[in-house]
């Protein structure tokens, strides 16, 4: 691999990569919200089993699997508040240069 750096110490190669920082974003963003959904899945299978259950206890048990995947969501929640794009309900195409 033979790639000629410039002044700035850039690689020529890297500087050619039709990568923005948007579509990182972007991309980083789409991947925690599926993240997100995959964490949900075991906490909606288990309140809708328990959500069934006639038992005494059923009303606590929900609301602690309630507050249990609302613990595990939350940093998932954070970090896609911080990937997601200020302007994203309005924009469907990248930003202009």
Known sequence: ????VTEAGESASIRSWPIS?????????EELEYVDTL???P???????????EAA????????IR???GIV???IKILVGL???????RRTTPPEK
């Open 1 to 4: 691999m033979d790639a000629k």
């Open 21 to 29: 920082l948007y579509s990182l974003r972007r991309a980083l963003h």
């Open 39 to 41: 964490a949900s899945i």
């Open 43 to 53: 906490f909606r299978v288990l309140d809708r089993q328990v959500h069934r259950s």
């Open 57 to 64: 206890w059923q009303p606590e048990a929900e609301d602690a």
């Open 67 to 69: 507050a249990v995947e």
């Open 73 to 75: 969501r939350l940093p």
């Open 83 to 89: 990937t997601e794009d200020s302007n994203s309900a």
